[in-house]
T-cell receptor, first 114, second 111 residues
Framework: KAGVTQTPRYLIKTRGQQVTLSCSPI?????VSWYQQTPGQGLQFLFE???????NKGNFPGRFSGRQFSNSRSEMNVSTLELGDSALYLC?????????????FGSGTQLSVL | SQQGEEDPQALSIQEGENATMNCSYK?????LQWYRQNSGRGLVHLIL?????REKHSGRLRVTLDTSKKSSSLLITASRAADTASYFC???????????FGKGNQVVVIP
């Protein structure tokens, strides 16, 4: 079974631009969560999607948004990028929503905002 | 908000030695999980311990949970160079689906 796939692996953007990151969960997994990881703040929860619906949201500004498609693939978008958005963005999938069992993580997208 | 807090934050040991990391949290939890991360890659799930469990083993890993002290420990026995990584604890509260991760422990195993 293929693991969680995130694309692209690296991304360089400038302030004010927008970016879209993609995540393909493990086949059969319907829950996708997104996390932001920075050296200063550690791992912070962005949001979780299950069956195309956002079920949970972290404390991030509205510039951060996401969606999930019928095939469970998910995208997250960050608009009007700021320098502080530079981070490793991790996507994780699990088989069931609402039980917070084992998460399977992708390798992440390293975003650098210049 | 971040809930887990590991201690110590950096650990350097010789291959074959044991490594112990601690994690404390603030609120009641449903379960606590430990993950490993290698060099800025994705996290790998190691072990999950539920709030009604006190100890769990998986291979060379041993996790304990003390809900009265709101703390957990991860022990890696007979460490190997391949165990060099960052280790994170993550807690799940009742009624809240998200995992709250700690800051992580960096472990370096010297061959």
């Amino acid at each position: 079974k293929a693991g969680v796939t995130q694309t692209p692996r690296y991304l360089i953007k400038t302030r004010g631009q927008q970016v879209t990151l993609s995540c393909s969960p493990i086949s059969g997994h319907r829950s996708v969560s997104w996390y932001q990881q920075t050296p200063g703040q550690g791992l912070q929860f962005l949001f979780e999607y299950f069956s195309e619906t956002q079920r949970n949201k972290g404390n991030f500004p509205g510039r951060f948004s996401g969606r999930q498609f019928s095939n469970s693939r998910s995208e997250m978008n960050v608009s009007t990028l700021e320098l502080g958005d530079s981070a490793l963005y991790l996507c994780a999938s699990s088989s069931e929503q609402g039980r917070s069992e084992k998460l399977f993580f992708g390798s992440g997208t390293q975003l650098s905002v210049l | 908000s971040q809930q887990g807090e590991e201690d110590p934050q950096a650990l350097s040991i010789q291959e074959g030695e044991n490594a112990t990391m601690n994690c404390s949290y603030k609120t009641s939890i449903n379960n606590l999980q430990w993950y490993r991360q290698n060099s800025g890659r994705g996290l790998v799930h190691l072990i999950l311990i539920r709030s009604n469990e006190r100890e769990k083993h998986s291979g060379r890993l041993r996790v304990t949970l003390d809900t009265s002290k709101k703390s957990s420990s991860l022990l890696i026995t007979a460490s190997r160079a391949a165990d060099t990584a960052s280790y994170f604890c993550a807690t799940v509260r009742y009624g809240n689906n998200r995992l709250a991760f700690g800051k992580g422990n960096q472990v370096v195993v010297i061959p």
